[in-house]
Nanobody, 126 residues
């Protein structure tokens, strides 16, 4: 079992920044890829960013490239999502997820991930 707890969401103005954190517990965090997804009201959950277990490979959705950065600290069992230049269309619930396939590459597919956090709300006002 893996438990994931997101934090860091909130209300920010357009152009502002937020840093989301996802703390993992339960299994060896350093062995698996992690991802961030988001879901806005009335829309499907969409991929945001993902990172491999040793941070050598990262992937981003086109909509966030150049603005968001995914990082991880395996010593702290935590993955981060630094979000800069936020836009109203970034408003959503943000979820972190863990892919338990050992040594896997970061995936854009939600079905690849085995465990999910409860989500944290990000609201960007115009």
């Amino acid at each position: 079992q893996v438990q994931l707890v997101e934090s860091g969401g909130g209300l920010v103005q357009t152009g502002g920044s937020l840093r989301l954190s996802c703390a993992a517990s339960g299994r060896t965090f350093s062995l698996y890829a992690m991802g961030w997804f988001r879901q806005a009201p009335g829309l499907e959950r969409e991929f945001v960013a993902a990172i491999s277990w040793r941070s050598w490979n990262t992937k981003y959705a086109d909509s966030v490239k150049g603005r968001f950065t995914i990082e991880r600290d395996n010593a702290k069992n935590t993955v981060y999502l630094q979000m800069n230049s936020l836009k109203p269309e970034d408003t959503a619930i943000y979820y972190c997820a863990a892919d338990m396939s050992p040594g896997s590459n970061p995936s854009l597919r939600a079905l690849q991930y085995d465990y999910w956090g409860q989500g944290t709300q990000v609201t960007v006002s115009s």
